[in-house]
């Protein structure tokens, strides 16, 4: 019972039934939401109904096939003729005529089926060993710490905040950054790198904040695939002796800025995302930080995050979340945001980082 005990628990990491269930339920969910894209489920008028699953059945099918490649889609093929086969066995004779061939095709096709398994989760561990590579990369270039600025408290993950010190000035500004690259994997996690590169070598110079949007656009350009890893990212700069924060806004969720009295202002001005148009004008705006004023810099992961019911979470949850946190720390909020994000998506698979940094002006 011991060497039972231990093989079940290796197999399922210690996990309980229902929380075994539920992770099937999420994967499971997660295969349904991308095969179903490709999916036209609208029923013709007049169509039976037999006849109307019959051609989501070919569809549903065609969309597994396709995401294979084509020597694995034979496989596939060849294995579901065996496992179908009449009889689960055939039979032949040679050429001589005197000896007979049998073949369980029931046995083979299963196999076929166990060596597609084989390869498809080889090609899952690759993928999950890029996706983590790439959030590594991104995760070494940024503070582990946010630096202490006078006034006020930061919270948050995947951002950026560091001190620049312009020429003529002895009292240091300091940088905001959130960027989120369109795509994933390996290439999204290097062009962030290079963009978070970009910033820091151009908040070195003189130059003014539009100007170094645009700079860091014109570079995005030049790796981006003639726009289609392109960047939408949010550039503030903070400066502490008059509690104004300076900003740019390319294409990213407009951030938030809830006034101590529950005024609500959108940080939306600037310019597209980075990486379309080398010649795309940015524009600067700026707004004045005051004491008990929240900033809410977030991605679309988190107002795009979606239920099982498809539902988003949206940007008036959030506020209200930030609405009823309003005395917390940054730290404690946003511990507050993830626990009300989790609870609603409710375990359903999303499609795209969750990134939100709170500053709390004191």
């Given at each position: 019972m011991?060497?039972v005990?231990?093989f079940?628990?290796?197999?399922?990491?210690g996990?309980?039934?229902?929380?075994?269930?539920?992770?099937?339920?999420?994967d499971?969910?997660?295969?349904?939401?991308?095969?179903?894209?490709?999916?036209?489920?609208?029923?013709a008028?007049?169509?039976?109904?037999?006849?109307?699953?019959?051609?989501l059945?070919?569809?549903?099918?065609?969309?597994?096939?396709?995401?294979?490649?084509?020597a694995?889609?034979i496989?596939l093929?060849v294995?579901?003729?065996?496992?179908l086969?009449?009889?689960?066995e055939?039979?032949?004779r040679?050429?001589?005529?005197?000896v007979?061939?049998?073949?369980n095709?029931?046995?083979?096709?299963?196999?076929l089926?166990?060596?597609?398994?084989?390869?498809?989760?080889g090609d899952?561990v690759?993928?999950?060993?890029?996706l983590?590579?790439a959030?590594?990369?991104?995760?070494?270039?940024?503070?582990?710490?946010?630096?202490a600025i006078?006034?006020?408290?930061?919270?948050?993950?995947?951002y950026?905040?560091?001190p620049r010190?312009?020429?003529g000035?002895?009292?240091a500004?300091?940088?905001f950054?959130?960027?989120?690259?369109?795509g994933k994997?390996?290439?999204a996690?290097?062009?962030?790198a290079?963009i978070?590169?970009?910033?820091?070598?151009?908040?070195?110079?003189?130059a003014?904040?539009?100007?170094?949007v645009?700079r860091?656009?014109?570079?995005?350009?030049?790796?981006?695939?003639?726009?289609?890893?392109?960047?939408?990212?949010f550039?503030?700069?903070?400066?502490?002796?008059?509690?104004?924060?300076?900003?740019?806004?390319?294409?990213?969720n407009?951030?938030v800025?809830?006034r101590k009295s529950?005024?609500?202002?959108k940080l939306?001005?600037?310019?597209?995302?980075?990486g379309?148009l080398d010649?795309?004008?940015?524009?600067?705006?700026?707004?004045?930080?005051q004491?008990?004023?929240?900033?809410?810099?977030f991605?679309?992961?988190v107002?795009e995050?979606?239920n099982a019911?498809?539902e988003?979470y949206?940007?008036?949850?959030?506020?209200?979340?930030?609405?009823?946190?309003?005395?917390?720390?940054p730290?404690?909020?946003?511990?507050?945001i993830?626990?009300?994000?989790?609870r609603?998506?409710?375990?359903?698979?999303?499609h795209?980082?969750?990134?939100?940094?709170?500053?709390?002006?004191?």
């Amino acid at each position: 019972m011991d060497r039972v005990d231990r093989f079940w628990t290796r197999v399922t990491d210690g996990m309980h039934a229902d929380q075994l269930w539920k992770q099937f339920l999420t994967d499971a969910r997660s295969s349904y939401q991308l095969y179903s894209k490709e999916i036209d489920a609208e029923r013709a008028a007049g169509v039976p109904k037999f006849k109307h699953f019959l051609r989501l059945a070919g569809q549903f099918f065609w969309a597994v096939l396709e995401k294979l490649s084509p020597a694995r889609r034979i496989l596939l093929l060849v294995a579901i003729i065996l496992i179908l086969f009449p009889g689960g066995e055939a039979t032949w004779r040679g050429s001589a005529g005197d000896v007979t061939y049998s073949l369980n095709t029931h046995f083979y096709g299963g196999l076929l089926m166990f060596v597609l398994l084989v390869l498809e989760v080889g090609d899952r561990v690759v993928m999950k060993r890029d996706l983590q590579i790439a959030k590594e990369i991104q995760t070494w270039l940024l503070p582990a710490n946010p630096p202490a600025i006078p006034g006020l408290q930061i919270a948050g993950d995947y951002y950026d905040v560091f001190p620049r010190l312009k020429p003529g000035r002895t009292e240091a500004t300091y940088m905001f950054a959130m960027a989120d690259v369109a795509g994933k994997s390996i290439p999204a996690g290097l062009l962030m790198a290079t963009i978070q590169s970009s910033l820091k070598t151009l908040a070195a110079g003189p130059a003014s904040l539009a100007e170094l949007v645009s700079r860091m656009n014109q570079y995005a350009c030049s790796n981006s695939q003639n726009g289609r890893r392109f960047t939408t990212a949010f550039i503030g700069e903070y400066d502490p002796v008059t509690h104004t924060l300076a900003y740019v806004n390319a294409g990213h969720n407009p951030p938030v800025l809830r006034r101590k009295s529950g005024a609500i202002e959108k940080l939306d001005q600037g310019g597209i995302p980075l990486g379309i148009l080398d010649s795309a004008p940015y524009s600067a705006a700026s707004a004045i930080l005051q004491s008990g004023d929240w900033l809410i810099i977030f991605t679309d992961g988190v107002v795009e995050a979606e239920n099982a019911r498809s539902e988003e979470y949206g940007e008036q949850r959030l506020l209200f979340v930030v609405h009823t946190g309003g005395e917390l720390t940054p730290c404690q909020l946003l511990q507050s945001i993830m626990t009300d994000l989790d609870r609603f998506v409710a375990g359903a698979p999303q499609h795209d980082d969750v990134t939100c940094m709170l500053v709390k002006t004191l």
